[in-house]
Every structure is written in structure tokens, then in C-alpha cells.
């Protein structure tokens, strides 16, 4: 008989309601971690969550929320972390000892830490130095309200220990959401993460008035900068033509409901960052990633040039004329042979 | 100073007409072989093939059009192949002796060969046997439409012979087109040929009202598969993940202009193949493809399974209802586990 278990998610924004919803649709006894105690109001009472979503998408009768973040972890035999990527390193930090010990905790936040210059993968040794957590990427082509309309929805969970990848597999998957494993987790991070800036790259096409032919050129070899990315800094290349590489791609860059491709299409309409940034309620995660890694390619020198122009873009060195994001002067290349 | 070539298109459908297009605004003299007399009068005195293309859309002046197939192959220093792919194979046994000899012969047409249930590059030296002609194929995410409006488009072009396939990329580029070379001739056939079975699925989501993380999740399966079928079969795998494989997919699967998705959608609705297939005007190259496809995987007994149902599901032997194109209902299974 299938063992039900109590999990704890981090965040009652859209990606963590949609999370907890699966598990709740999976059986299991759920409680949001917010902060934001009109949220846990309306959870716990209406079964609503309508800062992230319409008023006819109803919670399951099994999830509830709770401001109290030592009552959620406490009890929780499985953790879905889904605050914030940039809070997050510190919100971890300040919550490590609450943290259950030999339980899964999933992340599904993406994005590389700004501050740590560093994935999650890479500083969660040092961050749960000492306690037995075995950590879990969650990412893949989902659209949050897609998950809450039961749309079948495939993801990936990397997980070094392949227990812990199979034991989150199979109580996280039911008829209309399907994990797959796999034990890169760098690489599933980093399609993830990588995703955001190539989006907002796709809207800035997409605001000058470009079409397929252009949008998905860039995107084929946006994805060829990052899956070179994954294999120079310990992911495999392979990864980033799965579900959180091209199929999160392809969803982010193409599909119409994305925040960061909503980035792009602005700045190609003249708005400028600071304001989009600001007006946006949601938080468009490929900015600050977009930042590191263009830190890191120029102190590495990573031949990564849609990448590189992006940043250079928004970062105001360069003018969208001079941008030349589909790279159509470059010399003409072979189609494998960019090194970075 | 570069020299400029007499390149003979043939074939002045809406891709055919659009890669001509391209190398008269190269610079190139082009001239395009039709049979249809009305679009071959139309091309060389309006300047237009509104057959497929709209009204303002003018050809350029170098581009004319010949219904002696003799004349445009005597005088090409370089062909542009691009007739229905299931004609082709009769088209070239016939006027192969017209062929120049040296020079380079583009095939961009698409698809599996159903008579011979083979690929171009599988029938190529049979086909021209003794004749040094040697043969390239262009793939890549491009509506013609598009090309047609200068939209930047981005292409492969697959050649065994290095020299030749740099030779044509530096014919056939320029501002707002640009080719890259690959020496994976098949794998970007295969790329070319597959995308259009995976689009009519894609398009039979759509029309069963699914959306983008579920038609995702089955384009990154459905490229999988299509990358595993090319390492089988003669081809390189990675090559699925360039321009011929990814670009090209999300381009049929998730643009809107797709003959092949239409199908698919049609299908969904409950019309019937042969009907789809009889109101066309122009050749949805997906199915005779899928069939032929079909064939393989069942004498070769590949583990294919969103390619299987398709094909199942075309040929009648299950129903819609029993279908399930995003493998929702298999065994969960790791990531990059399928063995074909």
C-alpha cells in the first residue's frame, strides 16, 4: 500500500502552489510555507490562491499553508523549496536546522545565486555542511497554470543519489504529471536557470517584430551555448536537450504566458530595466542570471556569443542595432564547432 | 571578386521559390523549373507565384523561370533540388544524364522515400551511379514565407565533402540568411524528414485542446526519439539537437504556419486521413514519411513509442482514445534510458 507523506513547500507563489497541488493530487498531506499571511488565509479558508491564479482554480481539500516555517518543515518527510532563487541561499541558511534530517528536498527555484556567483548544486554541500539532505533538482517544461488545469506535464528530478531520484519519482507523479530521473543534477540546474536569459532574448526578437525562422535559430544555438556551458563546468552537454533543456526552452522562448520572454519584448520596445523590473509583480529570474553569467563569461572568456551580446545589451554597452542576437555577421562556421 | 553562378532551381513551389529567391538576392543568375506553365508565364512576367506566396511578395529580377527542364539543368553550375519528395526519386532517374557533372546538387525537400523506403542519401549513389555529382542537404527552421520577407533564417547544409558544402554556404548566404555546414548528411535528412510525422502529433495535441507543457514535453521525447533513430541508423545523434533537428521542430511543431500540424489538428477534430489529404493544396510530407517510418520500427522492433502510436494511430489500429502520444501511462523511467 502507498504510504502517504506530509510535505512542506516553500513559497505560495504560482510554481509552489502548482507543486503543492501535484503532491496534494498524489495523496499526500501538504502545507505551503508563506510569508504572506493573506495567502495562507485564503488557502487554509477558500482553497484559492488568487494572487498567482484565477478565482475558479480550486486547491485540493489537502493542501493548507501556514506562516510558520519551523511547523512546516517539522513535519515534513519530503521538502519542495520554491521561494525566490535569490532569497534563497540565505533563507536555507537561516532555516538549515529546522530541515528534517534524510529527507528529499527538491528545488524547484531557478536561477544561479547572485551573490554566490554559484549554483545551487554547487553550494549545497558547504550550505548543509554536516546534515544529511539529499538535494534534488526539479525542473522542465511546466507553466504553473497548465499544472493546475491537470494538462499532462513531464519534468525532470536530478539527483545524484539515484534512490532519492526514484523514492521523489514515484510520489510526485500521478496521470497527469510524469517525472523522469536522472543523475545530473548540475545540468538540469543550468538548463533551467539558462533558459531565463535565452527567453528574454527570444522576446527582444519577438518586440522588434521578428518571426519562427529567426526566433528558433536563435534559440537552436542558444541551446548549443548551453549545453557547451553544462559540460565546461561539470553538467553533461546531453542534459540540456531534455525536459529542462530544450523542452523548457521551448516553453519559455515560445510559449506565450512567459514572464522573461515578456522582459525581452519590453526592452525591444524601448522600456527601460529598472522600470520593467519594477512594475513586474513576478519576479523575471533571467535578469540576475543573465548578470552572472555574463560575469562569467568574460572572466572565462567563453566563446558563448548570443549569450554574451545579450548581456552586453542589457547591460547598455552595446544598442539593440549593434546587438546581433541570431549572429548573422559572424563568419560563416561549421555547425559544431564552437569551443568555449 | 566573387563570382556569380547560374543556379537552377527545381521545382517553384513555396520552397523552391523561396531558396531561388535567396540565391538571386546573392546575386546569383536562377533560373526555376516548373511544369505549370501558368506559374513558369507568372514568374517571368509579373515577377510573382501567387500560387503561394501573396500578391506583394515580388521576385527578383536575376530569378526566372523555365519549363524545359533541359535548359535549366545544361547552364547550372549549381542545383536546387526541391520537388515533392516522393517524385523525386523518378525525376532524377530520368533527367539524371542532364545533370552537370562537378557540381553541387541541394536537395531541400523532405522526407522518407516510400517506394524505396530509404533516405536520399541512402539512394544517392545507385541513383548516380557513375556520375560525379555531388550531393548536399538543406534543413533548417524556414518558412518560405518568412525567407520570402527577409526574416533572418538560419540553415544547415549537410555534405560528405567539406570543400563542397563551403562552397555552398558561401554561395548561398548572406545578410538576413546564413548557412552552416555539417558533414552529417543523414543526420540532417533525418532531421528534415522526421520533424514532420512529430509535427502532425504535435498538432493533434493542439487539436485535442492541450497546451504548451504538454505539446513540449512531447516535441523533447518525440526529438529524442528522432536523435536515437540517427545514431541507428547511419546518422550522428547530435545532429537532431541542431538547425535540421530542434530548430526545425519547434518551428513545425510550435509555428503556426505548419502544413503538417494542420493535419494533425484536423485529425483531432475527426476528419478523416484521406479527406485531410485531398483537400491540401500543398503536400503534407509528414505522412507518407510516418508510414514508411512505421514500418521500420515494427520490422526492426524500435522502441520509438510516441513515433509507434502516431503511427498507430494514423493507420486506424487505435483510437484516438488509446492513444497516448506524451507516454503518460508507461513505467516511470529515467531520463535518457530508451534503447531503440
Redesign the interface.
Known amino acids: 500500500m502507498k504510504r502517504f507523506l506530509n510535505v512542506g513547500v516553500l513559497g505560495g507563489g504560482s510554481f509552489g502552489t502548482a507543486l503543492g497541488t501535484v503532491a496534494a493530487r498524489c495523496g499526500h498531506n501538504v502545507n505551503i510555507f508563506s510569508k504572506t499571511e493573506k495567502t495562507v488565509h485564503e488557502i487554509n479558508n477558500s482553497h484559492k490562491n488568487t494572487r498567482f491564479f484565477p478565482d475558479d482554480i480550486i486547491l485540493p481539500n489537502n493542501l493548507k499553508a501556514s506562516s510558520d516555517i519551523s511547523e512546516v518543515l517539522s513535519k515534513s518527510d519530503m521538502v519542495i523549496h520554491a521561494i525566490p532563487v535569490q532569497q534563497s541561499y540565505d533563507f536555507i541558511k537561516e532555516h538549515r536546522d529546522k530541515i528534517p534530517s534524510n529527507i528529499p528536498y527538491i528545488i524547484a527555484s531557478k536561477g544561479i545565486l547572485l551573490k554566490q556567483k554559484k549554483f545551487f548544486s554547487e553550494v549545497w554541500p558547504e550550505l548543509l555542511e554536516g546534515r544529511k539532505v539529499s538535494h534534488c533538482i526539479l525542473s522542465?517544461?511546466?507553466?504553473a497554470i497548465?499544472?493546475m488545469?491537470k494538462?499532462?506535464?513531464?519534468v525532470?528530478i536530478g539527483c545524484k543519489d539515484e534512490q532519492v531520484a526514484?523514492y521523489v519519482?514515484?510520489n510526485l507523479?500521478f496521470?497527469?504529471f510524469?517525472?523522469?530521473?536522472?543523475d545530473d543534477v548540475l545540468g538540469v540546474e543550468i538548463g533551467g536557470a539558462l533558459k531565463n536569459p535565452l527567453a528574454i532574448a527570444a522576446g527582444i526578437l519577438e518586440g522588434i517584430g521578428?518571426?519562427?525562422?529567426?526566433v528558433?535559430?536563435l534559440?537552436?544555438?542558444g541551446?548549443?551555448e548551453m549545453?557547451l556551458f553544462s559540460g565546461k563546468f561539470g553538467g553533461r552537454s546531453?542534459t540540456l536537450?531534455?525536459?529542462s533543456g530544450?523542452?523548457?526552452v521551448?516553453?519559455t522562448c515560445?510559449?506565450?504566458?512567459s514572464r522573461n520572454k515578456a522582459v525581452g519584448i519590453k526592452l525591444a520596445q524601448g522600456q527601460k530595466l529598472d522600470d520593467i523590473i519594477k512594475t513586474n509583480s513576478e519576479v523575471a529570474e533571467g535578469i540576475p542570471t543573465l548578470l552572472v553569467l555574463g560575469e562569467f563569461i568574460q572572466q572565462y572568456n567563453l566563446n558563448m556569443p548570443i549569450f554574451h551580446t545579450l548581456y552586453r545589451y542589457v547591460k547598455g554597452d552595446i544598442t539593440l542595432e549593434e546587438a546581433d542576437f541570431?549572429i548573422?555577421?559572424r563568419q560563416?562556421?561549421?555547425?559544431?564547432e564552437l569551443k568555449i
Chains 1, 2 share one sequence.
Open positions: 522542465g517544461p511546466s507553466f497548465e499544472i488545469k494538462y499532462p506535464t513531464v525532470s526514484k519519482q514515484h507523479s496521470k497527469s510524469r517525472c523522469y530521473t536522472t521578428l518571426k519562427y525562422n529567426t528558433t535559430a534559440v537552436t544555438r541551446i548549443y549545453s546531453d536537450y531534455g525536459l530544450i523542452g523548457d521551448m516553453l515560445l510559449g506565450s504566458l541570431i548573422m555577421s560563416l562556421e561549421h555547425e559544431w
